[in-house]
């Protein structure tokens, strides 16, 4: 008989089978009669897996219970995966002929695709929430029914469901029984969880319509993709609506438009960045500084070509482990085949081999700001966050297995100095390790857990935030230590990544070797760095983060000179030739407008400092400095301005870090995502 444990360190006993629903019953008489403070019950945690109510306990062992109530984060995803499946059952009512495809929960919200009679639109949204909230209203249970595979077939193919019966007879052949949930006249096919009705919906709203493609694929039929969000309170789902706002005032695509960083073209292709010549400053001012870096550290630079024979990356075994994401070979004579480079690891290998090498040479840092191409499909490409084609501050070390750990640290100290610099103050460290259950992953579970044991030493000594285990996040060669930043908006994003192999360099790979100091051949270890990742989605992320409103560091123009009239134009020219000489962006301003004009122009073209010049100043060798900030720094002379901005450029300065956007509580990052949702 499996038991229970629960919050208070008690331990009960229940028929195998028994629905969370009567467990709760009959420890919490009170909450599940709705008597307790706290209300009904409307969702659980089993072993920190966010569940229904109509879950049914395991045949065996011990699994913690914790009860959820209306309010809590932990339950806001099985809160919004009921309102996902209102939300279908109100386009039904209110639409002919909708086919649904999926439901999931994403992020802070949810959404469904689906296709109906006639498209429908941002007007028909209203009407929708309407609906939604009629059924809301009516408060009718979430009942659960399971029958044979078969059976489920039968029944989507009654409801006119075309592509659930697709799924059913092509994606879900291995379940034998098939769940289903009923609300008044609306079935779908869900695995759940969901709460007992839709009563325990709190404040939703529908945010917007984005196209989608059944499953993914481009080649299969198009669907149209309704978000929305849901909270357990109107100021909670306000505040997110207002993050929203702010997001979208944010948004790199338009800021990269407006400040002329970048732009992409349709006859250029879906996922290819241009970068504008502004956009080109921004991007090597951030490549020199990851380059000065790198000559500090001792890192030797290496080019490798954009493409590569299939049997390259065969060996690696990126080939056919990722064939889906590379863009099919080129077919040269003889039946050659040719790879755009997905990845640079296996270029670095082969200049590793080209010689041979001591223990005496070994580290040996390898550094590349590589190109490389992925076939992501069109409808997850989005600006310069998820692209078909990405430059990576790329490099790989090869060392000793004694070095390991010395070599990792380095690589994390890296990675720690980059993100302090660019005010990524909120971040947390994910170690990736493999899951035994798996089989993408190469080489004997020896040589994994010797690597794991090493990352997750190096990760605690240097007392990284968060570096708890995660199976199934290692790459298919070896675990990784992944850098996960919190922007200014609140949102994770994976950045850096360190990533331990004691795959590739071995015999069944690419066979490296080194002499040792026994003078028999050795294996090296290698590792995989990139401090920033992608350049092209660092960049976006870093727009999104400062708002374009870059440290002056980093901005495309630094300082721009401001002339009071046309009399001081000839003293302007000198300050900007003078701030030139510093090593400063300048930029100046000879517009026939009124200095007020032209500081608001400086203002909204997020320049960091304006110079201010006039008849007085060039009499007395003097400048006014304004920060865009901190508004109006006063008078100096010429030489102090040139000097205080030399310094603070030098120093790669942040004074005005970004403050982080305050999010209502229990937001998706913070809250456990249900185990489910639809198949």
């Known amino acids: ?71 809590d984060a932990r ?43 006639r498209p429908i639109t941002d007007e028909d949204l209203p009407k929708i929430e309407e609906e939604m909230r009629r059924i809301i209203a009516a408060d009718e249970a979430f009942e659960r029914v399971e029958v044979p595979r078969v059976k489920a077939v039968e029944i989507v193919r009654g409801l006119n469901q075309p592509l659930k019966a697709e799924h059913i007879e092509t994606g879900l052949a ?171 690891c296996p270029h670095h290998t082969m200049i590793y081999k080209a010689r041979p090498h001591s223990y005496k040479d070994l580290p040996l840092r390898l550094a590349e700001f590589g190109t490389v191409y992925r076939y992501e499909q069109s409808g997850e490409l989005g600006g310069m966050t998820r692209v078909r084609g990405f430059t990576q501050d790329d490099a790989h070390i090869f060392c000793t297995p004694e070095q390991v750990e010395g070599e990792v640290e380095g690589c994390i100290d890296f990675t720690l100095k980059v993100l302090e610099s660019l005010a990524f103050d909120n971040f947390r460290v994910r170690l990736g390790f493999r899951d035994p259950a798996s089989d993408k992953y190469v080489g004997p579970p020896e040589r994994w857990n010797e690597a794991e044991a090493a990352i997750e030493r190096v990760a605690r000594r240097m007392n990284l935030p968060g570096c708890e285990p995660e199976p199934g996040e290692a790459a298919f ?113 000879l517009a026939a407008e009124k200095l007020g004009a032209k500081i608001r122009t400086a203002q909204l073209d997020l320049i960091p400092m304006m110079v201010v010049c006039g008849p007085r100043d060039e009499a007395a060798g003097t400048v006014s400095l304004r920060d865009r900030l901190d508004g109006d720094l006063g008078a100096m002379s010429l030489e102090a301005a040139v000097e205080r901005l030399r310094d603070e450029n030098a120093r790669r300065a942040v004074r005005h870090k970004p403050k982080p956007l305050v999010l209502p509580g229990g937001d998706a990052t913070g809250g456990v995502e249900p185990d489910g949702e639809d198949y």
Not at 314 to 341: N, R, T
């Open 75 to 117: 339950a806001l995803p099985v809160m919004r995966h009921s309102a996902a499946h209102v939300m279908a059952r109100a386009v039904m009512r209110l639409f002919e002929g909708v086919e649904l495809a999926f439901g999931p929960t994403v992020g802070a919200g949810f959404y469904y695709d689906m296709r109906a009679s």
């Open 477 to 589: 060669y070896g675990p990784k230590i992944d850098f996960v930043v919190n922007d200014s908006l609140g949102r994770e994003w994976q950045l850096g990544t360190v990533q331990l192999d004691y795959n590739l360099p071995s015999r069944e790979r690419f066979d490296l070797e080194y002499i040792g100091a026994d003078n028999a051949k050795h294996q090296p270890v290698m590792i995989h760095r990139a401090p920033l990742g992608s350049m092209e989605r660092f960049v976006g992320v870093l727009i999104e983060h400062f708002a374009g409103a870059f440290p002056l560091w980093l901005a495309p123009e630094q300082v721009r000179v401001i002339p009071v009239s046309e009399k001081s134009e000839a003293y302007a020219r000198e300050v900007k030739a003078r701030l030139e000489a510093a090593g400063l962006r300048t930029g100046l301003d």
């Open 174 to 344: 291995e379940h034998p029984t098939l769940s289903f949930y009923r609300q008044g006249e609306f079935v779908d096919l869900c695995r759940g969880p969901h709460v007992p009705s839709p009563g325990c919906i709190g404040a939703f709203k529908l945010t917007n319509i984005a196209g989608a493609y059944w499953k993914g694929d481009a080649n299969n039929a198009q669907l149209q993709r309704l978000y929305g969000t849901a909270w357990f309170s109107q100021e909670d789902l306000d505040a997110h609506v207002a993050a929203l706002e702010e997001a979208r005032r944010r948004d790199h695509r338009v800021l990269g438009k407006q400040l002329d960083l970048f732009t992409t073209s349709p006859l250029v292709g879906s996922g290819l960045v241009l970068w504008m010549p502004k956009g080109a400053v921004l991007r090597s001012t951030l490549e020199s500084f990851v380059r000065e870096e790198l000559a500090a550290r001792g890192y030797q630079p290496v080019y490798t070509p954009h493409i590569g024979k299939v049997d390259l990356y065969k060996i690696s075994g990126h080939y056919p482990y990722y064939a889906d994401s590379q863009f099919k070979p080129i077919v040269m004579a003889e039946d050659e085949q040719y790879l755009l480079k997905p990845m640079n």
């Open 1 to 71: 008989m499996p038991r229970v444990a629960l919050p208070d360190g008690a331990v009960r006993e229940f028929p195998a089978g028994t629905r969370l629903s009567d467990v709760v019953a009959e420890i919490m008489p009170g909450a599940a009669a709705g008597k307790g403070k706290k209300g009904k019950p409307i969702a659980a945690l089993l072993d920190g897996t966010a569940v229904g109510l109509d879950a049914s306990l395991p045949a065996e062992g011990t699994p913690a219970l914790e009860v959820l109530f209306k309010g």
